[in-house]
């Protein structure tokens, strides 16, 4: 066999391998967006979800999954943020610091429910926190710092060193250049990491469960008083998601329509996850555009 | 490589009034034990330009960047740097403070991700200054020492990324004047500019040693001899002649100084 | 300076993200208090058989709605959980499938038992096996794995694909108590929620399971034993005998609030009307009663 | 001493906002600490009750095959062998790695090397789509399309070590893509010039060259893919049967260490040996994911030496 037959036999093999991919992927897409995007209506997304008879929607749920997530990402943020700084611009290159690196890793590799129930035991019971969305925001940080420390390591580490040296070389602490000088730069980068890892946040069932609940109160939407319980904003309220509601739906749901219930919610969630992901691709790109000068 | 004599030096002591001065710095990299720069002893001219030159690997860019102790997170530092009577290689010492005073500029231009005015203001405004006329006066008075002040006073707020090469390398020396510094370290800043670039550079140095005491590292011999008073040579991590730039360049007293200059050098 | 405001909101984000994270408990602590103080309402919390979640979470929103002073949780996490937790007085209610006696490593002296509903399970097959009807005998043998075959039960000639459900949960209990007569089950698949066993069920040709009834539907077939179909009706006389009490247990008796709550359940707002439509049987519907050693009393 | 020498031995504002800008990033790596150190020893303290306070022997936990906590066996000792339930998640784990590899692989090269702009493009999103997708729409397709279609084949209930490793397969394969995309990128491009430029054909160079060079961080995306494989709950569990038997082929039901946990956590009483046991289970979890980090450092550290 001559090179050139290697190669072209080679490339054909990748493009086969590839070809699966994207089918698997295609179908795996189509089956779920297709087998729901029927039961997707106005009402579906509006109207609260109903315990036995069919009809019943997604209101409450989604909301609360985009409202856990907006907490989830107040609380896991900053440390993620403070410690992906402390690794990539403090940290020597020590065994102490290789510690805590597979630490935060094995953290991202914990089985959801193990950190459900610790959730659960610590936060819902021991510190009285109920079942309520804050005590599911803290259970998610578990998953989400991994994560987003990784990815916002990875964005400070690529921006080059000759910034902060530039930084130094005006006498700037280094505090200083990291934050007027660094993050800036690596912000797209971060941003896009914050959105691909509020996917995960948004498809996260079995650490839920436990923490967060899996009954949905109904919600007053016209009360803005956070500590009202009824109110919407309040974060002390147990909360079901959408991941959640497709779980329960599925398993115990007794609704005559739990079939099309589990479809439209797990295409809602997809499209949602969809919209963040260009979402984070255009901020990003705007962004970096714009610090370049359109360059 | 000819193995030279590296224990034989000819060093002087300018006369001039001097600015910044060294004694038996040595670096070493990492956790390694063999010193990257030894006993480095040497005495800068106030409002002169002294170049530093030397093959790749010399040490001569790992001396200037210890000089204000740039290298400090990499390396580790012996030695004294006496500026104005006091050794700044010591961890009492303030570096930031020292930083202000000595300015740098590196081979790669480095603007940051910001405007040009920006560039400039940044440092300024992280020490306090907020003032807006002042600022803006700063920052005209920069370009202008650095001569970017014509090509670039309608687009003080564009991306300093989208500048040419040459021009980031100038905003680089404007942002390091604005700070007022009494000594600013260059670091073969023309290295990576075309050759029209590179002209104009030299002219601004030129001009700018009227005020400021300029030490350059450069690759670039005749760029050392057309711009500089003294002139360092550096051989595998030491300092071997050190004494006016025409003496260096004419009359060496040291033979890895006389081939390098020469070409017949390795 | 757009930029610098941007980093300056991330940092403020930052701080507050600390704040909350570490005051978290306090500040909730606090809102709990305030609550009582304005309106006095009582917080009830109920955990545990997700079997049981669906009704009492239905109960607990209609009765919200008339009583603005409680607020009721209800959440599911197995009966174990359930347990458990009432046990430790972490909740005020645990609910549970299954007799706190039955459940070793709870002290069922301490605790007070709320029968609020009562549920009737039925043997399910896949269709395609042409069985309508079972002994009580040749269950226990396909549950303890003597009989592998559906033609030995006068089916087709089909292998048996038995699925369990999960060790421990309510629902087995129930099934093994009525059924095994203190045999040990063949080990077997298993899966611990109704609906994912109706749909095994209905998809694996040859399989057997039990489903509550509730969940019995036309893709799997409910097998009647000894001729006794699985009707609601012959749950109440105990002809259908593997059924049985959905508890809501409370540590020692429950306080004001809860016992509101626990009357309500039991009234016939709830037994006449909501009972019936998510498929549980009404306790005053029952002819007889069993207590924690399957013992039943007319 | 004149102005300039005291402010070189005074502390400025700088020295301030650096002392400010290190207490924030050591609060954080602290907090992140004092998480991972109260899990660790939650999950620790729990998992080892069923040694301590319920004198299960280890070395039977470890390669007991029966399961059954509730019930002692005839020497009076509980059941519980976590053989089966071991045996099974390493089988799925390395199976569904061994699956995804290849394919992804092929699709980093695709997107670096093959089609860069297009490949990069389109598939990039796609793939962060998928890591997006809740585990459980994982598992009811795996429930009603690879189970029935395992079924079809093979006979039996469909359920089994295949059908894990199939769906598994999916799910770990945008984690190695990603990371192999990345360690395909890290590989500077004058490599690539070098060697076209020698003559070498593009399979020559991407299989002597390429792959050469990125292989600790492929191999370090292959684990990182696996970790995610060996805790992944709760789509196994709708697939992989739940029956605590040592699995003899690929299509018979049985139980992975987790599906074992999340079926049964739920239903059993805090504090007795069934609930110990489970953690038990989550404690050999846990301390395996300690072990593929090892090898991901250990990999990643000879890596560097290499180039």
Not at chain 2, 155 to 171: P, T, Y
Request: glycine residues 8%; proline residues 4%; charged residues 15%.
């Amino acid at each position: 066999m001559t090179p050139h037959q290697s190669d072209r036999i080679a490339t054909q093999l990748i493009n086969l391998l590839v070809g699966i991919v994207v089918l698997i992927l295609l179908f795996l897409l189509g089956d779920i967006v297709l087998s729901g995007f029927p039961h997707i209506s106005w009402h579906f997304l509006t109207s609260p979800s109903s315990s036995f008879s069919a009809g019943g929607g997604v209101r409450d749920q989604l909301f609360n999954s985009l409202y856990l997530l907006v907490l989830t990402l107040i609380i896991s943020f900053p440390l993620a943020l403070g410690s992906a700084i402390y690794l990539s611009e403090y940290a020597g290159d020590n065994w102490f610091t290789g510690l805590i690196r597979t630490a935060i890793e094995v953290l991202s590799s914990l089985p959801s429910v193990v950190v459900g129930l610790f959730g659960y035991l610590l936060f819902v019971i021991e510190f009285h926190m109920g079942f309520s969305i804050l005590s599911g925001a803290i259970a998610l940080t578990f998953f989400n710092l991994p994560l987003l420390v990784r990815s916002i390591e990875g964005s400070l580490h690529a921006v080059p060193n000759s910034q902060r040296e530039a930084g130094s070389a005006l006498g700037l602490s280094n505090w200083r250049t990291i934050r007027g000088i660094i993050l800036p730069v690596a912000l797209p980068g971060i941003l896009t990491g914050i959105i691909l890892s509020a996917g995960r946040v948004f498809g996260e069932a079995a650490a839920l469960i436990y923490t967060a609940g899996q009954s949905a109160p109904l919600l007053d939407y016209s009360n803005w008083n956070p500590t009202s319980s009824s109110s919407f904003l309040n974060p002390m309220r147990p909360a079901e998601t959408l991941a959640v509601h497709i779980w329960k739906v599925n398993t115990e749901g007794v609704t005559p329509d739990a079939v099309s219930i589990s479809a439209g919610a797990s295409a809602v969630l997809i499209i949602v996850i969809l919209i963040f992901n260009f979402g984070a691709r255009a901020i990003g790109n705007q962004m970096y555009k714009k610090m370049t000068g359109g360059k | 490589m000819q193995a030279y004599d590296l224990s034989q030096t000819h060093i002087v002591t300018p006369a001039e009034e001097i600015a910044l001065s060294t004694n038996q710095l040595q670096v070493y990299y990492g956790n390694s034990k063999h010193a990257s720069m030894s006993d480095a002893s040497l005495s800068f001219p106030r409002f002169q330009i002294t170049a530093l030159i030397g093959a790749s690997g010399s040490g001569k860019s790992t001396y200037l960047r210890s000089l204000n102790r740039l290298n400090d997170r990499i390396a580790r530092i012996k030695g004294e740097i006496i500026y104005r009577h006091t050794n700044i290689n010591d961890s009492k010492v303030n570096v930031y403070e020292v930083r202000k005073h000595i300015g740098m500029v590196f081979q790669k231009p480095n603007p940051f991700a910001k405007s040009i005015s920006e560039n400039i203001t940044f440092a300024l405004k992280a020490q306090g200054i907020t003032n807006r006329q002042e600022l803006k006066q700063r920052v005209e008075t920069s370009l202008k020492e650095a001569a970017l002040w014509d090509e670039v006073k309608d687009d003080l707020n564009k991306s300093a990324l989208a500048l040419s090469g040459g021009q980031q390398q100038r905003l680089c020396i404007a942002r390091a004047i604005a700070m007022k510094p009494d000594i600013l370290l260059l670091d073969e800043p023309a290295s990576a500019l075309d050759p029209i670039s590179t002209t104009k550079l030299e002219v601004t140095l030129k001009e700018l040693a009227k005020n400021y005491t300029i030490i350059i590292v450069t690759h670039n011999m005749q760029q050392a001899s057309r711009i500089s008073t003294y002139t360092a040579f550096f051989h595998l991590g030491h300092v071997l002649e050190y004494d006016r730039t025409e003496r260096i360049f004419q009359t060496p007293m040291i033979q890895a100084t006389h081939d390098y200059v020469t070409g017949n050098f390795g | 300076m757009h930029k610098k405001t941007l980093v300056s909101t991330l940092v403020a984000f930052s701080l507050t993200g600390l704040l909350l994270g570490g005051c978290g408990s306090k500040s909730s602590q606090k809102s709990a208090s305030d609550d009582t103080k304005a309106a006095k309402v009582t917080k009830i919390t109920a955990v545990g058989s997700t079997a049981l979640q669906p009704l009492v979470e239905q109960a607990a929103q209609d009765y919200q709605a008339s009583n603005k002073n409680v607020n009721l949780t209800v959440q599911g996490g197995g009966s174990g959980t359930g347990l458990s937790q009432v046990q430790q007085g972490a909740v005020q209610v645990g609910n549970s499938d299954i007799f706190a006696e039955q459940s070793s490593g709870i002290k069922a002296d301490k605790l007070v038992d709320h029968k609020v509903a009562v549920v009737g399970m039925a043997p399910v097959v896949n269709p395609s096996t042409g069985v309508t009807n079972v002994s009580m005998a040749q269950l226990r043998d396909i549950f303890t794995g003597k009989i592998t075959n559906w033609k030995q039960v006068g089916g087709k000639d089909q292998k048996i694909a038995v699925i369990n459900r999960a060790q421990g949960s309510g629902t087995r209990a129930t099934f093994e108590g009525a059924v095994l007569e203190g045999k040990k089950a063949v080990t077997s698949q298993e899966q611990d929620s109704n609906g994912t066993v109706q749909k095994l069920v209905s998809s694996t040709p040859g399989a057997i399971s039990y489903l509550a009834f509730s969940y019995v539907n036309e893709k799997v077939k409910a097998l009647s034993i000894d001729n006794v179909k699985p009707t609601d009706k012959n749950v109440t006389s105990n002809k259908w005998t593997i059924w049985s009490y959905e508890h809501m247990y409370t540590k020692g008796q429950p306080d004001k609030a809860t016992e509101g709550f626990l009357k309500y359940m039991s009234s016939d707002k709830v037994q006449g009307s909501l009972v019936n439509k998510l498929g549980y049987i009404s306790i005053h519907d029952m002819k007889v009663t069993k207590n924690a050693k399957n013992v039943v009393t007319k | 001493m004149d102005d300039i020498q005291k402010k070189l031995m005074s502390p400025s504002k700088a020295s301030r906002e650096d002392i400010t800008g290190r207490i924030i990033s050591y609060t954080c790596i602290a907090a992140i600490i004092i998480l991972v150190i109260s899990i660790l020893y939650f999950i620790t303290s729990r998992g080892v009750a069923t040694f301590t306070t319920n004198h299960v022997n280890l070395w039977q936990f470890l390669s007991g095959e029966e399961w059954n906590p509730g019930t002692l066996n005839d020497h009076g000792q509980p059941q519980v062998g976590a053989l089966p339930m071991i045996v099974t998640s390493f089988s799925v784990t390395i199976l569904a790695a061994l699956l995804a590899t290849p394919f992804a692989i092929a699709v980093a090269l695709f997107m670096t090397d093959i089609a860069p702009k297009n490949g990069a493009k389109f598939l990039q999103p796609v793939i962060e789509l998928l890591v997006g997708i809740p585990s459980v729409v994982y598992g009811f397709i795996g429930l009603t399309v690879v189970v029935p279609a395992i079924r079809h084949i093979f006979g039996g209930t469909g359920s089994g070590i295949l059908a894990g490793t199939i769906v598994l397969f999916v799910m770990v394969l945008p984690t190695i893509t990603s990371l192999a995309v990345d360690a395909l990128r890290a590989v500077p491009a004058y490599f690539r010039s070098a060697s076209l430029a020698l003559g070498a054909t593009r399979f020559q160079t991407i299989y002597k060259v390429l792959l050469r060079a990125a292989m600790p961080r492929l191999l370090t995306a292959v684990i990182f893919g696996m970790a995610r494989a060996f805790g992944e709950a709760l789509a196994v569990q709708m697939v992989i049967g739940n029956a605590v038997l040592m699995p003899h082929n690929l299509v018979t039901p049985t139980a992975t260490l987790t599906s074992q946990l999340t079926t049964n956590i739920g239903n059993t009483i805090m504090g007795t040996l069934p609930n110990n046991a489970l953690w038990s289970l989550a404690l050999i979890l846990l301390l395996m994911s300690l072990v593929f980090n090892l090898i991901i450092r250990y990999i990643g550290k000879r890596g560097e030496i290499k180039s």
